[in-house]
């Protein structure tokens, strides 16, 4: 089993609808968590970086995280097709690690 | 402009052929990464370093080689004995040494002719 599973998608979505991507994981020890949103052929690009449980909200973006249930989440209001992209969680072990899911691919259509 | 620059963006290798991947950094970060991505299987971490002239092996550091002598330069050397080099190589870095946010370059493609 992989440390952090993450649903591949494709997800396919119209504007203006709300997209929630999630992903789980297994090692109570992860201590910060992030995501990060990947245009094709392009670097990854931090979106969200969180610490402990609950929301935080940057513009039309939200990330949740419940460590009681080893889940995060990454809801985006209002998607545009811009927003059409790979969206990867990531979080830090106690050794400062990152360790990455394997992405969710987002398809906002007009 | 500050950030992390990555060359060449394309890249050919012919068999037996080491190659060298550029990246540097001019945002003053201590700590640079190299991972690797392939399809399906998320982001690899090749090699890091948290200073000049130190670096520790990844999780797939077997047939690759790193030199860490300037603060902003972290290139990382494909060698011979990598038999499945075919992937999208990014380069990463951290303004901590805890990592806990790194910062990516555009990436280099590696291609085996």
């Known amino acids: 089993q992989k440390e952090v599973e993450q649903d591949p998608g494709p997800l396919s979505v119209p504007e203006g609808a709300i997209v929630s991507l999630n992903c789980t994981y297994s090692n109570s020890a992860f201590q910060y968590f992030m995501w990060y949103r990947q245009y094709s052929r392009k670097g990854p690009e931090l979106l969200m970086y969180?610490?402990?449980?609950g929301n935080k909200e940057d513009g039309r973006f939200t990330a949740q995280v419940d460590k009681s249930s080893k889940y995060i989440s990454l809801f985006i209001r209002d998607s545009q097709p811009s927003d059409s992209a790979t969206y990867l969680c990531?979080?830090?072990?106690?050794?400062?690690?990152?360790?990455f899911g394997t992405g969710t691919r987002l398809q906002v259509f007009p | 402009d500050g950030g992390i620059t990555q060359s060449p963006k394309y890249l050919f290798r012919k068999e037996g052929q080491n190659v060298t991947l550029s990246c540097e950094q001019n945002l003053n970060h201590d700590a640079m990464y190299w991972y690797r991505q392939d399809p399906g299987q998320g982001l690899r971490l090749i090699y890091y370093s948290q200073i000049v002239n130190d670096f520790q092996k990844g999780d797939i550091a077997e047939g690759y080689s790193v030199s860490r002598e300037k603060k902003e330069s972290f290139p990382l050397t494909v060698t011979s004995a990598q038999k499945n080099p075919t992937a999208f190589y990014l380069c990463a870095s951290s303004p901590r040494t805890s990592g806990t946010t790194q910062y990516f370059g555009p990436g280099t493609r590696l291609l085996v002719l």
């Open positions: 990531a979080m830090s072990d106690p050794a400062d690690k990152l360790i």
């Open positions: 969180t610490y402990s449980s």
